[in-house]
């Protein structure tokens, strides 16, 4: 199982909800026997009985029995263990037994019933390990984010009160200019605290890849003096700081293309080129790229799909996304974050393929 397809999977689970603790969340770790878990939920089976609510206890009691008979058709527990999700989804009526083997090991023992499925050892699996720290810096302005996966993501926006030259000269002016300096040192200050507090986590995590500094003129280049950034993090500054002119998204955006070169294989840089081919094929009109569902799956038959270009929340997207897999072709989801996502849904209703060879009709 891929992990595009688990995260398709975990956020239709996470749409499921039940009135009582109904919902069968199921983690078994690699090694652990089939007969004994088959034996814990019998035990909890039996405990059922004392569960007062009939209609409460008929769904917890169909969720176990579903689990006990999709297990007892295991033989033994796959490589990377397995999952179980079961239960009865109360807005819809809709019942569900999933079993699946996750694209990593299993690391835990966790049986629950709840009023929601128990996504979040999954998402651990799903979420992108690497990341990119993100700060833009000037006089009294600031912005910190992180690029992670194909997504930039601002975590803050910072603004200080930093007054402007004036004309006055002398000694006046020299305490003048000392004032602002000591003022641009507090806000720099403040902003390396945030910047401590927003990627120390992630550093102990161990996803914390590198940290890309970007702003107007040398103002970055004193920012990155700063003593009071912690000097795990000052050690995973990029040493080639960027020039960027605008703060918030659009600033973050503009630091991370312009870094593109030093982030190669990263996920967002391999969107973004991508994402440029498409526009240049379209804007020469030479065929190789093609839109409409129809002509899509025609391309895909043929073999003539490269890159399938599709967003998160396509109403095909596991078939047509399963059948580009089949045929050689690379999958690319776009998710909401990412700016060229309305486009791709106004223009092209959510999908559209490069090719490897214009299509002659």
Excluded: C
Excluded at 87 to 110: A, R, S, W
Excluded at 156 to 175: L, M
Excluded at 241 to 266: C, M, N, T, W, Y
């Amino acid at each position: 199982m891929s992990k595009e397809e688990l995260k398709r999977i975990v956020k239709s689970l996470k749409t499921w909800e039940a009135h009582a603790t109904t919902l069968l969340s199921l983690y078994i770790p690699p090694g652990r026997p089939i007969a004994d878990v088959v034996n814990t939920l019998r035990q909890e089976l039996s405990i059922t009985e004392n569960i007062k609510l009939k209609q409460t206890r008929s769904k917890v009691q169909t969720a176990l029995e579903a689990a006990i008979d999709r297990l007892l058709k295991i033989p033994k527990t796959p490589p990377n263990g397995l999952v179980i999700f079961s239960g009865e989804n109360d807005k819809t009526g809709e019942i569900i037994t999933l079993v699946l083997e996750p694209p990593e090991p299993v690391n835990v023992f966790f049986y629950r019933t709840d009023k929601h499925f128990h996504t979040e050892f999954l998402e651990d699996m799903i979420e992108e390990s690497n990341v990119y720290g993100l700060v833009i810096i000037e006089r009294d302005e600031a912005t910190i984010g992180l690029l992670k996966g194909n997504s930039i993501l601002v975590l803050d926006e910072i603004e200080g009160y930093i007054p402007g030259k004036h004309s006055k000269g002398g000694w006046s002016q020299r305490r003048y200019d000392r004032i602002i300096e000591e003022l641009t040192d507090e806000f720099h200050k403040s902003v390396a605290e945030k910047m401590n507090n927003y990627f120390l986590p992630y550093l102990e995590q161990g996803r914390l890849k590198g940290i890309l500094v970007g702003g107007p003129g040398y103002v970055k280049n004193d920012f990155v003096k700063n003593d009071s950034i912690d000097y795990r993090l000052k050690s995973l500054i990029i040493p080639e700081l960027i020039d960027v002119s605008s703060q918030g998204f659009p600033g973050l955006r503009e630091l991370v293309v312009r870094a593109k070169d030093l982030l190669k294989q990263h996920t967002y840089i391999k969107t973004y080129d991508l994402l440029e081919e498409v526009k240049t094929h379209l804007a020469k009109d030479d065929g190789y790229v093609t839109y409409g569902e129809k002509e899509i799956i025609e391309a895909l038959n043929m073999g003539a799909v490269r890159h399938l270009i599709i967003v998160e929340d396509h109403p095909r997207i596991e078939e047509l996304s399963k059948k580009a897999e089949e045929k050689g072709a690379e999958v690319l989801v776009i998710n909401s974050e990412i700016p060229e996502y309305e486009w791709l849904k106004k223009t092209f209703a959510g999908v559209i393929a490069l090719l490897r060879y214009p299509i002659i009709s």
